[in-house]
């Protein structure tokens, strides 16, 4: 039991101690024009892969597996590895570097463990199968191919709120364009 309260609690604390690392990465930020462009372009697959996982999860009403879930089980988990080693790149800044590892070390095993659990409760056969055919977190380039595809659906994705991604990217990578213009 106290392993799954830590589990919730971490789970919990996630989102709102990313916003703490946010602004300790901004200060500690040595960007360039180079760094800025990779981390952008980097930037865009993170929140591509994130968009399109939303837009095929009905979040505890149906396990997901078409679209990126054929692929992984955690796609916008991965989504946020990503985003988060575009951070780092744009920041040119090992220390942001070491702040973001830590950071998905910490938070993210025991969030992709709370949340496999759940899954194995609200959907007992289904997941055993799936488990057994997607991996974890990394991708296989053999997708999982079920009977239930349902296609990209923007009404997933605003009920979602991925735009919020979208939104907070946006005002990173502007808060990042400034400094590297303020310290120039």
Known sequence: MPETNFRRTIYRWRVRSSLFLIIAIIIL???TWVSILIGLAVCMLGLLIRAWASGHIQK???LAVSGPYQYTRN???LGNFILG???AIGTNSWWCT???LGYFLVFYPPV???ERERMKRLFPEK???YKKRVPLFFPTFKPF???KQIPFRWALYRKNKEYRALIGSLVFWLILVAKLLLIR
């Open 127 to 129: 997941y055993e199968e």
């Open 29 to 31: 930020a040595r960007p």
């Open 85 to 87: 080693l575009s951070v």
């Open 145 to 147: 191919f079920s009977a």
């Open 75 to 77: 796609p916008l988990y």
């Open 98 to 100: 070491l702040i973001f």
């Open 60 to 62: 505890e009403r149906e």
């Open 112 to 114: 992709i463990k709370e």
